[in-house]
Nanobody
Framework: QVQLVESGGGLVQAGGSLRLSCALS????????MGWFRQAPGKERDFVAA????????YYADSVKGRFTISRDNAKNMVYLQIDSLKPEDTAVYYC???????????????????????WGQGTQVTVSS
């Protein structure tokens, strides 16, 4: 009964910042590799960022690198996405996702694909105005 719940989305002007949060319930977060994805209306779900289960490695899409920061606090069963310098093209529903006991393939590149994850949150809306 693993459940992921995102929060922190909202309406922000371009150039502003948000911090998205994802809470895991039912299990300890330390066993999961975690990722963030986003989906804009009429578009496919895209990879945003991922973090290893230990927190020692992070991965980012080219479109967000330098502006977004993923982090985790396993003791609190929380994963975060700090978003700075927001752009209108960042407008999307943001989803957190988890994979239980990720294999080495996750760290070699599978984190990029949504099919690599076992659990998904309901999403939180981020809207960036000009």
């Amino acid at each position: 009964q693993v459940q992921l719940v995102e929060s922190g989305g909202g309406l922000v002007q371009a150039g502003g910042s948000l911090r998205l949060s994802c809470a895991l319930s039912g299990r300890t977060l330390s066993s999961y590799g975690m990722g963030w994805f986003r989906q804009a209306p009429g578009k496919e779900r895209d990879f945003v960022a991922a973090i290893s289960w230990s927190g020692g490695s992070t991965y980012y899409a080219d479109s967000v690198k330098g502006r977004f920061t993923i982090s985790r606090d396993n003791a609190k069963n929380m994963v975060y996405l700090q978003i700075d310098s927001l752009k209108p093209e960042d407008t999307a529903v943001y989803y957190c996702a988890g994979v239980y006991r990720p294999s080495r393939t996750f760290y070699s590149g599978s984190y990029y694909f949504g099919g690599s994850y076992d659990y998904w949150g309901q999403g939180t809306q981020v809207t960036v105005s000009s």
